[in-house]
T-cell receptor, first 118, second 115 residues
């Protein structure tokens, strides 16, 4: 079946602009995660959802970052007033079961959105 | 908080030979899972193998196997009969099942398979 998809794949924006990054998880997957990956480093956790509920946003760098998943499927990560330091690969992952339910849930990653802030 | 350390920034191996990538982690948790993900030049993140901490038996997936030493908090990946397509960044990741299942990644090891 279809995997996790993300759009756009590449985004170039000017400093100060807002950007919205979209994630479409695997159909039926309950949990959805956002990560950020700087060049040459491993991904870092940003936030996650169970269904439409945002469970943990402790990884969001500051209040310019927000995420939503209003219908428990597609999620949007929004960065307001972008800065050059926001340039990175933004990755979404989904898993079948409920995160935090004391069960292993393998996360399947999308291709990522590469964001470049000029 | 958990930390994951991959002490080998880069490694190389001849095609058809075997290579082992190291990973250590630090946690006070007892219920967790460990993963290896592969990131080829396309920058996709592909699951290679996973290990449940409560299982003593090491996981294997075709040419890929792990050496899981729970007491030592070590989780190395062995790739047998290396192929050119194995050239990629490899990330070790820790999943805490008591804290929302988010993954904590190591810094990665860049593996080059030479013909």
């Amino acid at each position: 079946g279809a995997g996790v998809s993300q759009s756009p794949r590449y985004k170039v924006t000017k400093r100060g602009q807002d950007v919205a990054l979209r994630c479409d998880p695997i159909s039926g997957h309950v949990s959805l995660y956002w990560y950020r990956q700087a060049l040459g480093q491993g991904p870092e956790f940003l936030t996650y959802f169970n269904y439409e509920a945002q469970q943990d946003k402790s990884g969001l760098p500051n209040d310019r970052f927000s995420a939503e998943r209003p219908e428990g499927s597609i999620s949007t990560l929004t960065i307001q007033r972008t800065e050059q330091r926001d340039s990175a690969m933004y990755r979404c992952a989904s898993s079948l079961g409920l995160a935090g339910a004391l069960t292993e849930e393998t996360q399947y990653f999308g291709p990522g959105t590469r964001l470049l802030v000029l | 908080a958990q930390t994951v350390t991959q002490s080998q920034p880069e490694m190389s191996v001849q095609e058809a030979e075997t290579v082992t990538l190291s990973c250590t982690y630090d946690t006070s948790e007892n219920n967790y899972y460990l993963f290896w993900y592969k990131q080829p030049p396309s920058r996709q993140m592909i699951l290679v193998i996973r290990q449940e901490a409560y299982k003593q038996q090491n996981a294997t997936e075709n040419r890929f196997s792990v050496n899981f030493q729970k007491a030592a908090k070590s989780f190395s990946l062995k790739i047998s009969d290396s192929q050119l397509g194995d050239t990629a960044m490899y990330f070790c990741a820790f999943q805490n099942n008591n804290a929302g299942n988010m993954l904590t990644f190591g810094g990665g090891t860049r593996l080059m398979v030479k013909p």
